[in-house]
């Protein structure tokens, strides 16, 4: 299963409200987590079972979707949530990963 | 407290054998699956394939398949990514992680490895 997510990079300020899209190639139900990666760290599950919040996650932080379409959001855009964002499916192996997405500041 | 601590950063030649590992603690070992996960310089995370170390029952993605071994020791909760000939190609940063859910896959990887750096070069 492919996912793809878009957009690849992104610019946005202090406040902002941002939103991550992950496309996957065949129906997943709801089998999908997002992490955020930032430099030089291990990347850190945000979001599983695609809206399910991980313990000691800002409640900024949500997620939507189901079957071949999922969203991350980020409410009120923080300096800490800069960082690269990737989803990933767990409906079959290969449990892939998404390209990721940068989010940089603006 | 749940920690994966990896072995660290390891310089090889091309052709030569390698095993890192990744000791667990403050869960059962036995209980979770353990997944490794590549990340080659300036690019995004690969699925490796994991291990369920109750019973060493491991699945490898089609791109890893044959290239590397996982194995576990259960009696120092202690997993393991193996090659035995490694190429250039396998410079990147290896991390293990762990299942969220006991048993099953389906809620994501929760405790990830700090990464071991793996540079192959002639």
């Known amino acids: 299963i492919q996912l793809t997510q878009s957009p690849s990079s992104l610019s946005a300020s202090i406040g902002d409200r941002v939103t991550i899209t992950c496309r996957a190639s065949?129906?997943?139900?709801?089998?999908l987590a997002w992490y955020q990666q930032k430099p030089g760290k291990a990347p850190k599950l945000l979001i599983y079972v695609a809206s399910t919040l991980q313990s000691g996650v800002p409640s900024r932080f949500s997620g939507s979707g189901s079957g071949t379409d999922f969203t991350l959001t980020i409410s009120s855009l923080q300096p800490e949530d800069f960082a690269t964002y990737y989803c990933?499916?767990?409906?079959?192996?290969?449990?892939?990963f998404g390209g990721g997405t940068k989010v940089e500041i603006k | 407290e749940v920690r994966l601590v990896q072995s660290g950063a390891e310089v090889k030649k091309p052709g030569e054998s390698l095993k890192i590992s990744c000791q667990v603690s403050g869960y059962i070992f036995t209980d979770y699956w353990i997944a490794w996960v590549r990340q080659m310089p300036g690019k995004g995370l690969e699925w490796m394939g994991i291990?369920?170390?109750?019973?060493?029952?491991?699945t490898y993605s089609p791109s890893f398949q044959g290239q590397v071994t996982f194995s576990v020791d259960k009696s120092i909760n202690t997993a393991y990514l193996q090659w035995s000939s490694l190429k250039a190609s396998d410079t990147a940063i290896y991390y293990c992680?762990?299942?969220?859910?006991?048993?099953?896959?389906?809620?994501?990887?929760?405790?990830w490895g700090q990464g071991t750096l793996v540079t192959v070069s002639s």
């Open positions: 992680a762990k299942s969220r859910e006991e048993g099953a896959t389906r809620e994501g990887f929760d405790f």
């Open positions: 065949q129906g997943i139900y709801t089998y």
């Open positions: 990933q499916q767990l409906y079959t192996n290969p449990l892939t």
């Open positions: 291990i369920y170390p109750g019973d060493s029952v491991t």
